[in-house]
């Protein structure tokens, strides 16, 4: 299947403080890229889905403003949280799907995970 | 799109044959099935997904019920690594096309020796 990385695997940063994470598809074009986000002992929920050079769908209760998505080529995808909160820590997962050969299947990233302190 | 019905949890012995059900009944006519699993503290992986024939790939079979308002996942010989939550997924239109995922609460198998 195809691959998709993540990075970075884990970050932990002070309250207030923006991070960034970078999702790419190593192996295929991919067309759309979703963002989720996994609390403990709950399944993962869609945060955001973008197209390649378009603005970022958000799903209900996302705050656009909060997390900043940047699909600026059709292998990468940024995901800023900004002024993070402990609230924001979470385990955050990105998705990707392309429109041809094996990239059509939607495939994962192995997860960042995220400590606000 | 249709919502599934998963048993929370199953057990399975290592060597056996691991059958996981979901029951999808308000599925429609381009809808197809997914399945993904997590292994605790990754991504999901992608396992294989169907319309309406049975599938089969190097990880699993898929066997999709006539009426396709049911379906079960086999892994014909599980092994310890398979532990993981599995997820089934139905998703509306063809592939290639902007539909999303949209995860449920999955069953969470146990292999045991």
């Known amino acids: 299947g195809a691959v998709v990385s993540q990075h970075p695997s884990w970050v932990i940063c002070k309250s207030g403080t923006s991070v960034k994470i970078e999702c790419r598809s190593l192996?295929?074009?991919?067309?759309?890229m979703f963002w989720y986000r996994q609390f403990p002992k709950q399944s993962l929920m869609l945060m955001a889905t973008s197209n390649e050079g378009s603005k970022a769908t958000y799903e209900q209760g996302v705050e656009k403003d909060k997390f900043l998505i940047n699909h600026a080529s059709l292998t990468l995808s940024t995901l800023t949280v900004t002024s993070a909160h402990p609230e924001d820590s979470s385990f955050y997962i990105c998705?990707?799907?392309?429109?041809?050969?094996?990239?059509?299947?939607?495939?994962f990233g192995p997860g960042t995970r995220l400590l606000v302190l | 799109d249709a919502k599934t019905t998963q048993p929370p949890s199953m057990d399975c012995a290592e060597g056996r044959a691991a059958n996981l059900p979901c029951n999808h009944s308000t599925i429609s006519g381009n809808e197809y099935v997914y399945w993904y699993r997590q292994i605790h503290s990754q991504g999901p992986q992608y396992i294989i997904h169907g319309l309406k024939n049975n599938e089969t790939n190097e990880m699993a079979s898929l066997i999709i019920t006539e009426d396709r308002k049911s379906s079960t996942l086999i892994l014909p010989h599980a092994t310890l690594r398979d532990t993981a939550v599995y997820y089934c997924?139905?998703?509306?239109?063809?592939?290639?096309?902007?539909?999303?995922?949209?995860f449920g609460t999955g069953t969470r198998l146990q292999v045991t020796l």
């Open positions: 192996d295929f074009q991919a067309t759309t």
């Open positions: 997924i139905v998703r509306s239109g063809p592939l290639g096309t902007a539909s999303k995922l949209t």
């Open positions: 998705s990707a799907r392309g429109n041809a050969g094996v990239g059509k299947t939607q495939y």
